[in-house]
C-alpha cells in the first residue's frame, strides 16, 4: 500500500513537472502573440497613399505587387513624408512638405497619369464615395471660395476654411529662395490679408483650371491640384495679374464637411 502511494507521489510531481516545462516553453509565445496585437492606429494626418501613382493591377499577383512597391523609389515616391504638416508645425517642416509638393509636381507635369488611372487610385471595397466627395470638394474650391473671393463676400470665402489649424504659404515666386516665402498662420490672419485686398480693388477675377483629380491622402484628408490666373483691378490704377499653381489640402471632420486646410502656392515668377 505504502509503495502505491509513494508511486502516486512521484507520478504527480512528475505531471507537475511537466507542466511547468511546457508552460515555460509556451510563454514566450504568448508574450509575442500580446506584444504583436499592440498596433499603434495611425493618426488621421498620416498619408496613407502617395499620389500621382499608378494603381497596381487588381488582376496582379502578390509578388507584383510588392514588385510594384520595390520600384516605386525609382518614381519619386521614396521621399514621401510621414505625415502632412499642421499649422502648429515648424516653418522648416512646411517648407520640407512644400518642397515635396513642388517635386511631385512637376514629376506629375513630365509624366502625366491618365485620369482614368487617378480614379481607379482610391477604388477600395469601402463606404466611402469618392466621386460624391470629390465632386463636394470641387464644390468647396470653386463655389465658396473661389466664388466668395470675386464676389467679396468674406462669410462666404472663410466658409470654405478651417479657420482653427489653417496655414497659407507662398514660395513667392522664387521657389529656390525660402528666405522669401510668406506663411500666414489661422483663420484670422487670412481673413485681415483677404479683407485688405478687397480694400485695395475694384474688380477680382478668377481662372482656376483644374490638374488631374482630386487625391486622398486618408480618408479624411485630400489634395486637390489646380492652375490659376488673377486680375486685380486695383483702385488707385493699374492692374495686377498674379498667376501660378495653387495646391489645397482639405479636411473632412466629424459634422461632414471638408474645407481647405491649407494651401500651397507656387507663384510664377514676375518679369
Do not use: C
Request: proline share 6%; hydrophobic share 35%.
Amino acid at each position: 500500500m505504502k509503495v502505491k502511494i509513494i508511486i502516486s507521489i512521484i507520478v504527480i510531481f512528475a505531471l507537475g513537472f511537466i507542466g511547468f516545462r511546457v508552460l515555460k516553453v509556451q510563454s514566450p509565445e504568448i508574450e509575442e502573440a500580446q506584444l504583436v496585437i499592440k498596433v499603434v492606429k495611425p493618426g488621421d494626418r498620416q498619408i496613407t497613399m502617395p499620389p500621382f501613382v499608378e494603381h497596381p493591377s487588381e488582376t496582379g499577383t502578390e509578388t507584383q505587387q510588392e514588385e510594384t512597391n520595390i520600384r516605386s523609389p525609382e518614381i519619386g515616391t521614396s521621399s514621401v513624408p510621414e505625415n502632412v504638416p499642421t499649422v502648429q508645425s515648424e516653418d522648416a517642416e512646411i517648407r520640407e512638405f512644400q518642397a515635396w509638393l513642388s517635386s511631385v509636381l512637376e514629376q506629375e507635369a513630365n509624366d502625366p497619369v491618365e485620369e482614368t488611372e487617378q480614379m481607379d487610385l482610391n477604388a477600395e471595397d469601402n463606404e466611402i464615395d469618392y466621386d460624391l466627395e470629390r465632386s463636394v470638394i470641387k464644390s468647396v474650391i470653386q463655389e465658396q471660395w473661389g466664388n466668395g473671393l470675386e464676389t467679396y463676400d468674406i462669410q462666404g470665402y472663410m466658409s470654405a476654411i478651417w479657420e482653427d489649424d489653417f496655414f497659407y504659404i507662398s514660395d513667392m515666386g522664387t521657389p529656390d529662395n525660402p528666405d522669401d516665402d510668406i506663411i500666414f498662420r489661422g483663420g484670422p490672419q487670412e481673413r485681415e490679408g483677404t479683407l485688405k485686398v478687397f480694400d485695395a480693388t475694384q474688380n477680382i477675377e478668377l481662372n482656376l483650371y483644374k490638374n488631374g483629380d482630386i487625391e486622398f491622402l486618408s480618408d479624411t484628408l485630400a489634395m486637390a491640384d489646380y492652375d490659376y490666373d488673377l486680375r486685380l483691378d486695383l483702385k488707385q490704377g493699374g492692374q495686377s495679374n498674379p498667376s501660378g499653381r495653387m495646391v489645397f489640402i482639405l479636411e473632412l471632420r466629424e459634422n461632414g464637411e471638408w474645407r481647405i486646410l491649407e494651401w500651397y502656392d507656387y507663384a510664377t515668377p514676375g518679369p
